[in-house]
């Protein structure tokens, strides 16, 4: 039988009992309903007009009304007669109601009046006790009736109750062990079910896979030796050290040019746990250090290359570290399986990059002398004493001015630059004063802010104190800020510097009211080359780059607030001497 047809037999039938048993108990409800009712109707008023007339019957010799009262429930009892004798013992009532009328002295007749109703009563009280024994017996058969359907309704509840969560839980527990052998790849698991139901039909369908999954191992494991061995020679024959952790940092495979650079043999790495190699061995250490400290290693965040001998040579390692996930099958969250480590080795470039800075610095200090020597000739040609000067010469002149200040401004950047990337920037910190280093600033970009009718507005706190700093590079800095903002302002407008403490350090803010920067952007400003689409090109790219390493070579940081159209903010800070 269907586990379906056995759930509509088995709950059917507790259906019907329980409508079953409803219909019983209102029945016999409805039953005592009547019975009380008719108590109610026929027997009880009949016992008020008795009483009634019994009062006014003890009043009629002193109380004129009495006798309409008495008449008045006399009336009411000739039209609720409803027991038998009762219609006889009322027209007796009236007989001798009727006599006493014409003389009310008599007590003869008073004391027959009285014995009339007390023979009513008697016969109502009867009829009353009756009736009830009549309910009584109802009220008996009912409780059996309901007693005998809702003992049946109790044990089909627990006959379904006992036998029918076993009928599917135990299958259903079956199965779920035989998945979990599947699972653990135990392909020659079976499911007995002797039911012709749904689970028998679920377990025919589930040893069927079974048999496939099982054939299916047998026959790929050879193809998956074969793919392990051809992955092993593929990682083998990478040119860049390779090595794999599992996700207990043990390592599954290491290539031949990892052993080479950490000087171990492929058995000694393999299997074995990286922290446990990272205690004698300095170069596993450094590739694993940043995984075993929580939230060390972030794989957004540039790590600095590494310095590793191979070669014969002084070598270059970027290192990068891949984490490995999976999603099993019928799931959708990831599983953590392990990490790849890789090894690019940057040497060439980096000895490209070494030769251009050294090309660059040589070029740039060669080319401050001659451009210095054309500033030193302008001066003596502007002199008068050597000579007079028409205006088209004057013209000329200023241009050759102005493209050997580019020009000199473009070598000193550039010579700062090799600074940066050749790590020898030579620092003078000392106890400087912020207020002076503005200052010194402001005076070297007057001239260019005159020309564009620029006002610069310093805004300080009262007893700026000291800070420790070159004063040299950081004024540099705030010259390069400053001439950027006079740069992409326009003509009046004005530019606001502004000095404050904060926390144990000065802040210096430079903000104009130029067009903003775009968002986009704000991450590569600092970039070195890196110019704004859509800005004029006049500079090298290098400037704010070269700001950016003079402030934290002093231990201060920069950054940049903008919007489009409400123009920027740059700004950094220094500690207090």
Known sequence: MKIKTKLRLGIGLLFFMIIL?????????????NDTANILRDNYNTLDYSRNMLLSLDKI???PKATLTFEANLNKQQENVTEPGEGVATQNIMDHFISLKNNLQNQVFQTMLRKDILALIKLNMEAIQRKSDIAMLTAQSANLWIAVTGTLCCLIALTLFVNLPGNIANPIRELTESIKEIAAKNYSERVHFGSKDEFGALAGSFNIMAEKLEEYDSSNLSRILFEKKRIEALINNMHEPVIGLDENKTILFANDEASKITGLAADEMIGKSAVDLAVYNDLIRS???????????????????????????ESYFEKEIVNITITPTGEKKKLFIGQVIILKNITPFKELDFAKTNFIATVSHELKTPISSIKMSLQLLENQQTGLINEEQKQLMDSIKDDSNRLLKITGELLNMSQVETGNIQLNIQQSSPLEIV???LDAVKVQADQKQIELNLQADENIPFVKA????????????????????????????RLKTDQGRVMFFVKDEGRGIDSRYKDKIFDRYFQVPGSSKTGTGLGLAISKEFIEAQGGKIGLESEVGMGSTFYFNLSIA
């Open 21 to 33: 048993l409803s219909l019983v108990a209102a029945g016999y409800i409805n039953i005592l309903k």
């Open 61 to 63: 010799q002193s109380d």
């Open 287 to 313: 590739l694993v250090q940043e995984l075993l400290t929580p939230g060390g290693y972030n794989e957004h965040v540039p790590t600095a290359p590494l310095k590793i001998y191979a070669d014969n040579k």
């Open 439 to 441: 200052q010194y600033a």
């Open 470 to 497: 070159d004063t040299e590079k950081t004024a540099w800095v705030l010259i390069n800020f400053l001439t950027n903002a006079i740069r992409y302002s326009g003509v009046g407008s004005r530019i606001s510097i």
